[in-house]
């Protein structure tokens, strides 16, 4: 029995369609990955790992890491520093507050709310310290995984 073209072309088309449901059905019935979203996303985290800021000497000879955390005010996060901060500036080491200002600059400030160092957008991807006038230091994002 020889089958016209057209019954020849409907007869695989009918192959087909049942093939890709067949393939669809199989597919969607298959169970979903075990997966703990929490311990996968956490694993080897800890809370100095994001956000974090490189603060630097002039040359960048001498290094250290700023942590802001959201502390629910807003332009105002608490503020962790590394030890190695007050090798720059010792005033660092009581740095407490991560300060946005309306003006674009940034403060870091100590426990009692007195501004320690104040950075301000520099020409490139940095901020540069302005206050106090006898300290340089510069304060950016880039380098992180650096130190």
């Known amino acids: ?14 192959f087909a369609v049942a093939a890709l449901f067949a393939d669809f ?5 298959s169970q979903p990955a075990n ?20 603060i630097s000497s002039p040359g960048g000879s001498a290094r250290c890491k700023a942590f802001p955390q959201e502390n629910g005010l807003p332009g105002h996060d608490a503020l962790h520093v590394n030890k190695d901060c007050a090798a720059l500036y010792a005033p660092l080491a009581n740095a407490t507050e991560w300060r946005n200002n309306p003006d674009g600059t940034i403060a870091f400030a100590d426990q009692s709310g007195k501004t320690i160092v104040e950075f301000s957008p520099g020409d490139g991807r940095a901020y540069v310290s302005v206050a106090p006038r006898s300290v340089l230091l510069s304060l950016s994002a880039a380098g992180v995984d650096l130190l």
């Open 1 to 14: 029995m020889k089958l016209s073209l057209t019954a020849g072309i409907g007869l695989f088309s009918f």
């Open 25 to 29: 059905a199989s597919f969607t019935a």
């Open 35 to 54: 997966v703990d979203p929490t311990m996968t996303a956490s694993t080897g985290l800890t809370e100095f790992d994001a956000p974090a800021f490189v």
